[in-house]
């Protein structure tokens, strides 16, 4: 903090006169014999030394040398209060200026911790995606058997000829599409399912479509499904438990054969085992005839999931022999007639 004495000034070889005696003040004669004006003011105890300045003599290189030597001290010691350093000239140091190096500063956790999780993740994935490219294209996952199971009407050496195609084929490349596209020529086959089971085995579930009627066509008997499909041929209808749709497809037309097959079609297996033949006089009237003689009046297609379960109840009631039935009406599924 600056002193608050305000300085004191005398002079040597002049003697003042009256008006510049002042009380207690020195006797000029005890000065040298020249005119010297001196200023003293008081310095703090622990002040810092200025620096010593640079002879008047020295020439440039001096000046330059000096700088240089300031400079190299502040940077190699540096302030002892942490205040950023400064040169020669009263300016800071920059911290690229000290010993010729740039200050590095620490990288954040964060950040070094963000960084090793993606590198880490990027090798997952590399790996996982060499694993994946392995499975897909090696050889060792090729197709060497295949196992056929839910055929009724084909049998498994038919399914696997018609599969020949995908022996040799990595499994990860087989899909359902595919095997249902090369079994599109067996029309029995509704859908179809495939499932690998390494190393080499496929294993397929075919899903064959259900006869519900037999259609007479010539000396054959066509077994057909609820659409019409024409599955498979026999010679001796008795040795199939299906009814006989009289005239056939062709010859009652597509919307009465349809009908009768959509009623045929919602009857348990059961009850389909009992009936001998169907035939229908419009689409509101389908008829079946049972094994036992006894007529069935179905009526139209509608409520065919209640009517099913009326009749299959109706043929499993007691039966008075003295009184037998004859006729099963389910035209009316909530109010069902017997006579």
């Not at 064959?208 to 609820?226: C, F, I, N, S, T």
């Not at 179905?298 to 209640?306: D, R, S």
């Amino acid at each position: 903090m600056p002193s608050s004495r305000r300085p004191t000034y005398t002079s040597a070889g002049r003697r003042p006169g009256k008006a510049d005696e002042r009380p207690g003040q020195a006797d000029p004669d005890a000065t040298g014999s020249q005119d010297v004006i001196s200023a003293s003011r008081p310095v703090p105890e622990h002040a810092p030394q200025p620096a010593p300045q640079p002879s008047q003599k020295a020439g440039k290189a001096g000046k330059a040398g000096f700088g240089a030597r300031v400079k190299d001290r502040l940077t190699k010691d540096g302030p002892a209060t942490g205040a950023p350093a400064r040169d020669a000239a009263g300016g800071n140091v920059q911290a690229s200026d000290r010993a010729g190096k740039v200050l590095a500063f620490p990288e954040p956790k964060g950040k070094r911790r963000k960084r090793n999780i993606l590198v880490v993740a990027a090798i997952l994935v590399a790996v996982v995606a060499g694993l994946i490219a392995a499975a897909v294209f090696t050889p060792a996952l090729a197709v060497r058997t295949i196992s056929v199971s839910g055929t009724h009407l084909l049998t498994p050496a038919q399914v696997e000829a018609a599969l020949e195609p995908l022996h040799g084929k990595p499994l990860p490349q087989v899909t359902d599409e595919e095997v249902g596209r090369l079994l599109e020529p067996l029309v029995q086959v509704k859908s179809v399912s495939a499932e690998a089971r390494p190393p080499s085995g496929l294993a397929v579930a075919v899903r064959e479509r259900v006869p519900v009627a037999l259609v007479k066509q010539g000396e054959q008997y066509q077994l057909v499904d609820v659409e019409g499909v024409q599955l498979a041929s026999t010679d001796d209808p008795a040795s199939v438990s299906l009814p006989v749709i009289d005239g056939g497809a062709g010859t009652i037309g597509k919307d009465l054969f349809r009908a009768t097959a959509q009623v045929l079609g919602a009857l348990p297996p059961d009850v389909l085992a009992k009936l001998s033949n169907a035939s229908a006089q419009s689409v509101d009237a389908v008829e079946l005839k049972l094994v036992d003689g006894q007529t069935i009046v179905w009526g139209n297609a509608g409520e065919k999931e209640l009517k099913a379960r009326v009749l299959a109840a109706l043929l499993k009631a007691p039966v008075d022999p003295k009184h037998p039935v004859k006729v099963y009406d389910v035209s009316v599924p909530r109010h069902p007639v017997t006579r």
